[in-house]
């Protein structure tokens, strides 16, 4: 949806491609390039991100397609009387609250698997508080279920459909909206050294540089969603990673010291309907 016209103000190229391999100084695409399909590199940014169910994130590899792709998810909903919303989490909670705030006459139900909205990591206090948000609104709320996906699963969730829960519960739905299950994108990373990924996470491993950790990889960095540090996923943070990558790149040029990225508070932004909450909070006290 953003173009990258305007990224580069002093050179400096767009290539769109697909990475294919990442070797010690040069990336494999699989598209044809001035260079071929092996582009050299002295230094490199791995910054893929996360995978996400739709509306979350789009499959589209282009601005129409991506615009026709919302066009279908705003028509369903408007067309349904029930939506179902899978996962309570800020993705999940977010959407419940657009939808009942702007469709007050829709059934929306969320089937949430904790017992609660979010998960323990945060504080109770926000949980309660959105719960009572998103019960002011008339959204059915679901805990402690799973819901049972087909083996054939859901398609574009934009059909009815009847699921059922681990609890047996049966819901009837017009358009369904799967909210959890991201997933950072470092398959590729594998292709430089499999030892760099987390097994039990699938992120990729850093220094506090946000270098890869491994000597042989200094000039590697990753940003991001895919990074290991012990910090929530949110978008705004990769913003705050490039500042550091960016500034430890220069400094490799001329010889100086590294910057290392130091995790701040846990801040959360919930949109429910037309209102905006704004949490910062420290989740080893989980107080705010």
């Known amino acids: 949806m953003i173009p990258y016209y305007n990224l580069f103000q002093h050179g400096g190229k767009i290539v769109h491609a697909i990475v294919t391999t990442i070797n010690k100084n040069e990336v494999i695409v699989d598209t044809e390039t001035e260079w071929g ?8 940014i791995i910054a893929t991100g996360s995978s996400h169910n739709k509306p979350a994130k789009m499959t589209a590899d282009s601005k129409e397609e991506g615009i026709a792709e919302i066009i279908a998810q705003r028509d369903a ?13 800020p993705v999940g ?10 469709y007050q006459d829709k059934e929306v139900a969320l089937v949430h698997s ?12 926000l949980s309660d508080l959105l719960t009572k948000q998103l019960n002011e609104l008339n959204v059915k709320l679901i805990f402690g279920e799973k819901i049972i996906f087909p083996s054939s699963g859901i398609g574009d969730g934009l059909s009815p459909l009847t699921l059922e829960t681990d609890k047996g519960t049966r819901i009837d739905s017009d358009v369904q909206f799967v909210a959890f299950g991201a997933k950072p ?13 987390e097994q039990n996470t699938t992120l990729v491993k850093v220094k506090p540089t946000l270098q890869l950790e491994h000597d042989d990889y200094a000039h590697i960095f990753a940003l991001g969603d895919i990074t ?13 990673h490039a500042d550091v990558v960016a500034k430890n790149i220069i400094a490799l040029i001329n010889n100086k010291n590294l910057a ?24 080893l006290m989980r107080s705010f």
């Open 228 to 240: 290991n540090v012990k910090e929530t996923k949110l978008a705004y943070r990769a913003g705050l």
């Open 37 to 44: 399909t092996n582009i050299p590199f002295e230094y490199l």
């Open 185 to 197: 994108n470092t398959e590729v990373i594998k292709t430089l050294d499999q030892s760099l990924i």
């Open 260 to 283: 290392e990225y130091k995790p701040g508070p846990e801040v959360i932004f919930i949109p429910i309907g037309k209102v905006l909450y704004f949490f910062c909070f420290n989740l």
């Open 77 to 89: 909903v408007k067309n349904a009387n029930k939506i179902l919303i899978i996962g309570g989490g």
């Open 93 to 102: 909670i977010e959407l419940a609250g657009e939808i009942a705030s702007v």
């Open 114 to 125: 904790e017992g609660h909205l979010l998960t323990d990591q945060f504080p109770k206090k």
